[in-house]
T-cell receptor
């Protein structure tokens, strides 16, 4: 089945130790998104890629970076995690203009910072 | 930018009864309105969506209505079942969902057996 896959599902990192979360998709979608979701809150968009074009949200901290080496994969890099970065990180995809407009979410990676 | 308000924040409904969740939005350019269901520890799942050229859409026990004049849209779940218990998010997008969604704050729905 076509899907959005996130690895790992649970990640523990130490304060200040860089961490990378990964997302892959088999939907061949043009757009990939990264959201941060804290407990009992709505998902908050960090950035998205339309193909190779990177679109950063104005309030996304510089501590968060992203890479999309190809259509299928997208990575979220947190350069120096702080305790406030503990959250669920959600990857999503959508088809892009002229294609399906629904956003499909992966199962998320829960990040713990110790 | 867009602002989406969602009410209520929590809702308890007896099994078999109906549940209604309401959202309002601020940007008249928004024209795509999806609803997501999120179960504990999982990613949001799209359950139904509506575009601005449609006033109502139904899929089995779930329906969404849209009032563009008043800038509000609602989710209706009939004949509720225990598996409907989850957090529900509404969202709005100025394009047809190809770029950014603005989410509501979520409604925790509990179905009482």
């Amino acid at each position: 089945d076509a899907m959005v896959i996130q690895n790992p599902r649970y990640q523990v990192t130490q304060f200040g130790k860089p961490v990378t979360l990964s997302c892959s998709q088999t939907l061949n979608h043009n757009v990939m998104y990264w959201y941060q979701q804290k407990s009992s809150q709505a998902p908050k968009l960090l950035f998205h890629y339309y193909d190779k074009d990177f679109n950063n949200e104005a309030d996304t901290p510089d501590n968060f970076q992203s890479r999309r080496p190809n259509t299928s994969f997208c990575f979220l890099d947190i350069r120096s995690p702080g305790l406030g970065d503990a959250a669920m990180y959600l990857c999503a995809t959508s088809g892009g203009r002229g294609r399906s407009y629904e956003q499909y979410f992966g199962p998320g990676t829960r990040l713990t910072v110790t | 930018g867009e602002n989406v308000e969602q009410h209520p924040s929590t809702l308890s409904v007896q099994e078999g009864d109906s549940a209604v969740i309401k959202c309002t939005y601020s940007d008249s350019a928004s024209n795509y309105f999806p609803w997501y269901k999120q179960e504990l520890g999982k990613g949001p799942q799209l359950i139904i969506d509506i575009r601005s050229n449609v006033g109502e859409k139904k899929d089995q026990r779930i329906a969404v209505t849209l009032n563009k004049t008043a800038k509000h849209f609602s989710l209706h779940i009939t004949e509720t079942q225990p598996e409907d218990s989850a957090v529900y998010f509404c969202a709005a997008s100025p394009s047809f969902g190809n770029e950014k969604l603005t989410f509501g704050t979520g409604t925790r729905l509990t179905i009482i057996p």
